[in-house]
C-alpha cells in the first residue's frame, strides 16, 4: 500500500474527531458571560424598565394599533395591484409626410 493516501486517510479520520463538539463549548474559545446585560442594567435609569419598558407619549399607537391586530390575527389586507410600467406593446403609427423607409428623415 502506499504511504501518502494511507497518511491522509489518518489525518481525515483524526480531523473528523471531534466534529461532533459545539466550537462554543471547546477550550480556548470565546465563550458569553453577561458582559452585555451588565453594561444595560448599569446603564438604564429605571431597573423596572428592563422588565416592561415605559410608554411613548408622542407616539402614534392609536394609528398602528389596527394594523398590527390585523397582521397578528391573519385578516391582512391584501397588496394593491400597482402595475409598475406603463409602456404599451402596440407601436406609434409614423407622424404624417415621413418615410417609412427612412427614419432619418423623420426628425
Same mark, same amino acid.
Do not use: Y
Given at each position: +500500500?502506499?504511504?501518502?493516501?494511507?497518511?491522509?486517510?489518518? @489525518?481525515?479520520?483524526?480531523?473528523?474527531?471531534?466534529?461532533?463538539?459545539?466550537?462554543?463549548?471547546?477550550?480556548?474559545?470565546?465563550?458569553?458571560?453577561?458582559?452585555?446585560?451588565?453594561?444595560? #442594567?448599569? +446603564?438604564?435609569?429605571?431597573?423596572?424598565? @428592563?422588565?416592561?419598558?415605559?410608554?411613548?407619549?408622542?407616539?402614534?399607537? =392609536?394609528?398602528?394599533?389596527? =394594523?398590527? #391586530? #390585523? @397582521?397578528?390575527?391573519?385578516?391582512? #389586507?391584501?397588496?394593491?395591484?400597482?402595475?409598475?410600467?406603463?409602456?404599451?406593446? =402596440?407601436?406609434?403609427?409614423?407622424?404624417?409626410?415621413?418615410?417609412?423607409?427612412?427614419?432619418?428623415?423623420?426628425?
Amino acid at each position: +500500500m502506499h504511504p501518502v493516501p494511507c497518511l491522509m486517510f489518518a @489525518l481525515l479520520a483524526v480531523a473528523g474527531c471531534n466534529a461532533q463538539q459545539d466550537p462554543f463549548e471547546r477550550a480556548h474559545t470565546w465563550a458569553p458571560t453577561g458582559v452585555n446585560e451588565a453594561n444595560l #442594567r448599569v +446603564m438604564v435609569a429605571d431597573p423596572n424598565d @428592563l422588565a416592561g419598558g415605559v410608554d411613548e407619549p408622542n407616539s402614534l399607537s =392609536a394609528e398602528s394599533t389596527p =394594523a398590527v #391586530r #390585523r @397582521l397578528l390575527t391573519g385578516q391582512r #389586507r391584501p397588496l394593491p395591484v400597482v402595475n409598475a410600467s406603463s409602456i404599451s406593446t =402596440a407601436s406609434a403609427p409614423p407622424p404624417a409626410g415621413a418615410d417609412a423607409a427612412d427614419p432619418a428623415q423623420a426628425k
